[in-house]
């Protein structure tokens, strides 16, 4: 019989060479006369392991990791094929520690199944969400996200039960779904490795949600940077259309949702959803004022549902197992999981799913077993560009939309970027405020000339110009941003600025120069 | 063996009316023209307009506003490299412009052979293995100098 060997197609896998690591298992298999399957999967988002092969054995699955092309010989000399003993074998992938601590409701599909085949997403409990919606009635289904507690996931943890709700009861002849697939965050792969490992959780959570409101035509806008999730989603929606889980009449309820995916072309801002809006009707990626808010007039003015992947990938679970069941999980109003992302400087990073309220330094350290580097943590930005920098006194703040507001920083998508002792925190803030300036949208003065001005006078800041005066105008400058800004790219770039300047004050003095009292 | 085409409007008129039933149809058009001729020829701006009913200045400021259209000819390749702050942790600033002294070019530029141009780009989503880059699509992990000059001579044979 077969040995069926798995080989990551995620991204992160592709970079560090899994195609040829693949190619050269097939190939050094038929040469001693093996007889091996490789199967292409997404990734499990153990990242420090990829390319993470496994073979699946009578006792289960077997990893080996990192294998890199040399190894491939030394492996199947060594009795792959029969999990046999290698110094790169990790044994039962899901007992690895990083692994086995995480709730994975969402990803627990992800490097598991081949991210196009609706037979195996099927075998491995895929559809039972859409199955359950089916059986209830649009308030039926909105009732059971609103009740799971389900926060939505791109960042700004708007109640996704209110949302539904609103689209749902909008009136008119055609609504949307549209899913932000735009990640644009530092710090952020949930949603590309869901996309690349596990894209049918994303087009059957969209489809629930079209089923609910009644919109028969969905769009993912998906960021032009992702050009494996690009193929592996069209890839799937085809599949799924053949399959007959998308288009006319699915599963055969007489419901009919149609799925497109739809390429982004580079600008940040567009993960802002009312610029999406634009960008996806063909315009420039501009914000919109609200209200009207998209649930009612969204996308060429018809009510949209948009939603984070997080979000939508949530919600099969949630339907299968029942909102009480999702709602366990979490702490205070931030309730389920969160798809943590570990990154940066980190010796393990990954992806991480466990209930809200775990706190950073426990992912950093009972995940991410300390920086790659080896030197100490100095700073730990959360959530992305927006997201404040933490210095280690904050790194007890448990991972809660409310806990992370009070301590002036957010959860924002989920990213954790650690930085070791070299990092230089005014160069940080500058960037900041460069990054706004490159992808602001324009339309609002705050954040179009501010960024730029910001920029200028953190330069004057970094080369000792008047730099406490100049400093208090980056603070005044923030302020206004903060208050001022028509969105969040705007409003939450003084974030990391204005927590760099607080939790680090000594990078922001001029090099050799003395405090103030010892002059 | 050029991989794009050389610009031409009758070829560009087919490809606008492959895209013109769609929904928001100017994304993907300007897409697949950057992907057939390597950029988007100000005489695609006319025919975009008239296929769509947009005035040009429309289709004009829907080009310049986002990173991924250029309206000239890059290199035979394009690198991009991640400018991002998980990136920035792991050291990437000081990577690029050691990448770029020995290629010769600053950002946006193309390499005197005309083989590759390389972009800044913010975030590719291998955060956890940085410093990243793409070559044209193809994800590097644990970028070093070496390794994108290993690449560029493999991709340039």
Not at chain 1, 307 to 322: C, D, K, Q, R, S
């Amino acid at each position: 019989m077969s040995v069926t060997i798995t080989v990551p197609r995620d991204a992160v896998a592709l970079g560090l060479g899994a195609n040829k690591v693949a190619r050269a298992l097939f190939a050094g298999a038929e040469r001693r006369g093996l007889d091996v399957a490789v199967k292409r999967t997404g990734s499990r988002g153990l990242f420090w392991l990829e390319p993470m092969v496994e073979v699946e054995t009578p006792e289960g699955r077997i990893a080996y990791g990192p294998v890199k092309l040399e190894d491939v010989d030394a492996l199947l000399d060594g009795g792959l094929t029969t999990g046999g003993d290698h110094p790169l074998r990790l044994g039962d992938p899901e007992k690895i520690p990083f692994l086995a601590r995480q709730q994975r409701l969402t990803f627990h599909r992800c490097g598991v199944v081949d991210p196009v085949s609706v037979e195996d997403y099927r075998a491995h409990g895929g559809y039972r969400g859409l199955e359950a919606a089916l059986k209830l009635d649009a308030e039926g289904i909105v009732a059971q996200v609103r009740d799971s507690g389900l926060r939505g996931r791109g960042g700004a943890g708007f109640p996704a039960g209110i949302k539904w709700n609103t689209v749902m009861l909008a009136k008119a002849d055609q609504k949307y779904v549209v899913c932000n697939a735009d990640e644009g965050d530092s710090g952020t792969f949930a949603d590309r490795m869901m996309m690349e490992g596990d894209p049918f959780n994303l087009i059957e959570g969209m489809t629930i949600a079209g089923v609910a409101t009644g919109a028969t035509r969905g769009y993912i806008y998906l960021r032009s940077e992702y050009p494996q999730a690009y193929q592996t989603l069209k890839e799937a929606i085809a599949n799924g259309v053949k399959a007959g889980v998308l288009g006319e009449n699915i599963l055969g309820s007489g419901k009919s949702f149609h799925l497109e995916v739809r390429l982004g072309a580079g600008a940040y801002i567009c993960g802002e959803e009312t610029s999406l809006l634009e960008s996806l009707e063909g315009r420039r990626g501009i914000v919109r004022a609200k209200p009207p808010i998209p649930a009612l007039k969204g996308f060429l003015g018809k009510p949209t549902l948009v939603n984070n992947v997080m979000t939508f990938t949530a919600v099969p679970w949630i339907l299968e197992h029942g909102a009480k069941a999702y709602a366990d999980y979490g702490m205070g109003r931030s309730l389920g999981t969160l798809p943590i992302q570990l990154a940066g400087n980190i010796a393990q990073g990954g992806l991480i799913e466990v209930a809200f309220g775990i706190t950073i330094r426990e992912v950093i350290e009972q995940f991410g077993g300390g920086t790659r580097s080896g030197r100490p943590v100095r700073a730990v930005q959360v959530g992305g560009p927006l997201g404040a920098y933490f210095p280690d006194e904050l790194l007890d703040t448990p991972l809660d939309y409310e806990a992370m507001a009070a301590k002036k920083g957010l959860v924002g998508h989920g990213g954790i970027v650690v930085f070791d002792d070299t990092v230089d925190m005014a160069k940080q803030a500058r960037f900041a405020f460069e990054f706004c300036a490159a992808e602001s949208c324009g339309k609002c003065t705050p954040c179009r000339i501010g960024a730029t001005r910001g920029v200028e006078t953190m330069d004057k800041v970094i080369s000792g110009i008047r730099s406490e005066a100049n400093l208090k105008l980056v603070e005044d400058l923030c302020e206004v941003m903060t208050d001022g800004s028509l969105c969040a790219m705007g409003g939450l770039t003084p974030m990391p600025v204005m927590s760099a300047i607080t939790h680090f004050p000594e990078d922001f003095r001029p090099a050799g120069s003395l405090p103030v009292a010892a002059e | 063996m050029p991989r794009f085409e050389p610009w031409s409007a009758p070829r560009a008129a087919g490809i606008i009316a492959e895209h013109t039933h769609l929904e928001g149809a100017t994304l993907p058009i300007l897409h697949a023209l950057q992907e057939t001729f390597g950029y988007v020829d100000a005489g695609a701006v006319p025919l975009i307009a008239d296929a769509l009913n947009l005035s040009r200045a429309e289709v004009h400021g829907c080009i310049t506003f986002y990173h991924d259209f250029r309206a000239h000819p890059a290199g035979r390749h394009t690198v991009k490299l991640c400018r991002a702050e998980a990136c920035q942790a792991q050291g990437c600033d000081s990577l690029h412009a050691d990448i770029l002294k020995r290629l010769g070019i600053a950002w946006h530029g193309t390499t005197a052979d005309g083989n590759c141009t390389v972009e800044p780009v913010y975030c590719l989503g291998l955060c956890a293995n940085g410093p990243a880059a793409l070559i044209d699509d193809e994800p590097v992990a644990h970028l070093t100098a070496d390794a994108l000059e290993a690449a560029l001579t493999e991709v340039r044979q």
